[in-house]
């Protein structure tokens, strides 16, 4: 890259490299070169950005945990429309795997990432912490609508949707088999829930 030329999104295109080298390598060897060289710009433009390295990582996952959050904010509107396990389904899946992936390995690769992040975004912000409230609020509207039995514990069955993610982000699967093994758990999670309220 010549220099003087600016470079649209250098954020972004650092952010996506990242996230790729955790995806493919893991967290354990990440380094501010390793992280220019994936994305194709000198060393000094990240520094030029950045404090340091933790300071890009922190960067990161906050940028990662806003854009998850509010993926799913809206998933309680949903209810009463749909069936349970589709919205939830969609809900969980339109981020994209390799995402959850490099969010999930390097938080708990470097765990003081979690009080950096939520400096930032507020308590309870951290990791796919918004994906758990997202749906748990979801299960709660859909259960005043009799749509989720009111035995159900909406906020354990809430945390077990995210457990799957964290898993299968964890084991680093992330194609159609792995989204395939997530939608059986919702599916297996909400099976006999009513399609429409009791009447």
Same mark, same amino acid.
């Given at each position: 890259?010549?220099?003087?030329?600016a470079i649209?999104?250098? =954020?972004? #295109?650092? @952010?996506?490299?990242?996230?790729?080298?955790?995806?493919?390598?893991?967290?354990?060897?990440?380094?501010?070169?390793?992280? &220019?060289?994936?994305? %194709?710009?000198?060393? %000094?433009?990240? !520094?030029? $950005? *950045?404090?340091? @390295?933790? /300071? @890009?990582?922190?960067?990161?996952?906050? /940028? =990662?945990? *806003? $854009?998850?959050?509010?993926?799913?904010?809206?998933?309680?509107?949903?209810? %009463?429309?749909?069936?349970?396990?589709?919205?939830?389904? #969609?809900?969980?899946?339109?981020?994209?795997?390799? &995402?959850? &992936?490099?969010?999930?390995?390097?938080?708990? *690769? =470097?765990?003081?990432?979690?009080?950096?992040?939520?400096?930032?975004?507020?308590?309870g912000m951290?990791?796919?912490?918004?994906?758990?409230?997202?749906?748990?609020? !979801?299960?709660?509207?859909? #259960?005043?609508?009799?749509?989720?039995? +009111?035995?159900?514990?909406?906020?354990?069955?809430?945390? +077990?949707?995210?457990?799957?993610?964290?898993?299968?982000?964890?084991? %680093? $699967? &992330?194609?159609?088999?792995?989204?395939?093994?997530? #939608?059986?758990?919702?599916?297996?999670?909400? +099976?006999? @829930?009513?399609?429409?309220?009791?009447?």
């Amino acid at each position: 890259m010549p220099r003087g030329v600016a470079i649209p999104a250098l =954020r972004q #295109q650092l @952010f996506a490299a990242v996230e790729r080298l955790i995806v493919e390598e893991g967290p354990s060897r990440l380094t501010g070169r390793a992280v &220019t060289r994936e994305a %194709g710009v000198a060393t %000094g433009l990240l !520094y030029a $950005h *950045f404090a340091n @390295f933790d /300071d @890009f990582l922190t960067g990161f996952a906050v /940028d =990662r945990v *806003f $854009h998850i959050s509010g993926e799913v904010a809206g998933l309680p509107e949903r209810a %009463g429309s749909g069936t349970v396990a589709d919205n939830l389904r #969609q809900a969980v899946l339109v981020t994209p795997l390799g &995402t959850l &992936t490099a969010l999930t390995r390097l938080t708990a *690769f =470097r765990p003081e990432l979690t009080a950096n992040v939520e400096a930032v975004l507020g308590s309870g912000m951290s990791g796919l912490r918004g994906i758990e409230r997202a749906v748990a609020g !979801y299960l709660a509207a859909e #259960q005043n609508r009799g749509r989720v039995p +009111a035995g159900v514990d909406t906020e354990a069955l809430a945390l +077990a949707v995210v457990s799957v993610l964290h898993h299968v982000a964890l084991i %680093g $699967h &992330t194609d159609s088999t792995a989204e395939h093994r997530i #939608q059986r758990v919702i599916d297996a999670l909400t +099976a006999g @829930f009513p399609a429409a309220a009791p009447s």
